[in-house]
Each structure stands twice: as structure tokens, then as C-alpha cells.
């Protein structure tokens, strides 16, 4: 797992964990898990509407 300071998770970072999200069986949940990280944060990057990770996070927050 990997736990930072509030708020300084790098855009790389973001990407790999949201990519994550997105493999066939995978919860934000349980991704947000691995990495040590609280799941409503990584919904909050999902969602999150003015970065450079948009063409990607449209897919992530999916219903399971």
C-alpha cells in the first residue's frame, strides 16, 4: 500500500490507480484498499471533472 500527505498524490498516481479501477472484476473499493487509500478519494478522482485525467475517468466509476 502507499499512504501520502493529504492531497499530494501526483496525476501519474491517479492514472495507475483509476486504470486500476477499470480491469473486468475490480472495485474502486478494493483498489482504493491496495494502495491504502480511502475509496471515496479515488470515487472523488473519478468524478473529478477539470484534469488532465478526463478521457479516462469517465469509465471508472461504473456500478458494479
Known amino acids: 500500500g502507499r499512504k501520502r500527505g493529504r492531497g499530494?498524490?501526483?496525476?501519474?498516481?491517479?492514472?495507475?490507480?483509476?486504470?486500476?479501477?477499470?480491469?473486468e472484476g475490480a472495485t474502486v473499493a478494493g483498489v482504493a484498499r491496495r494502495h491504502g487509500l480511502n475509496a471515496n478519494m479515488v470515487f472523488?478522482?473519478?468524478?473529478?471533472?477539470?484534469?488532465?485525467?478526463?478521457?479516462?475517468?469517465?469509465?471508472?466509476?461504473?456500478?458494479?
Open 8 to 23: 499530494n498524490y501526483p496525476h501519474d498516481f491517479k492514472r495507475q490507480v483509476v486504470a486500476e479501477t477499470m480491469v
Open 44 to 64: 472523488q478522482w473519478c468524478k473529478d471533472d477539470g484534469s488532465d485525467l478526463r478521457p479516462i475517468l469517465r469509465y471508472c466509476c461504473r456500478s458494479k
